[in-house]
């Protein structure tokens, strides 16, 4: 395969979670692929109350996942700055779907729900070829990306809290 059909089959996810003292929590996911000399990006995001940070990136990577097509074939890279996602999803997820999404203290993994859809879309070979997730930290070479993700979670989560209290209200 040529570098040219690789950059056409390739998608770049970054993905962030944001939680408050309060458990709200908002979510980030930005697509980016570069296709025929065109960049193309997609950010898509929201908000969940009573939830952990790794729950919010999970989700992220769950909807950024399930925002790429069905018919086209893709390898994806994933970038996240939660260990415990990067972990799961590079480890751990293959795992515990062998040993009937168990983990060896014979329990189920924390948000159990949201791995096993995951899977279902990393192990999907129609929809995705191969991924790869690479840990963030602030010297990487994608800090642009990085901190957009960082930033419209935050924002999806002010705008939650905005929700919240305005139904509170009425």
Known sequence: MSKTQFDKMKVNLWVSGTTDQEKNGGWCAHLHCF?????????IGGYASKT??????????????????????????????????STGLNRNMWKWAQQGWLTTKNEHPKHVDL????YGILSDNNRVLSYKVHLQNHASGDQPYRLLTINNSAEYLLKGKQDLYEVSLT
């Open 35 to 43: 296709i025929n000399g065109k960049d193309y990006t997609k950010t």
């Open 52 to 85: 952990t940070l790794t729950r919010m990136s999970l989700l992220a990577v769950y909807h950024g996942l399930s925002q790429l097509r069905k018919d086209k074939p893709v390898f994806v890279h994933i970038y996240t700055s939660v260990v415990q996602v």
């Open 115 to 118: 791995w096993q859809q995951i």
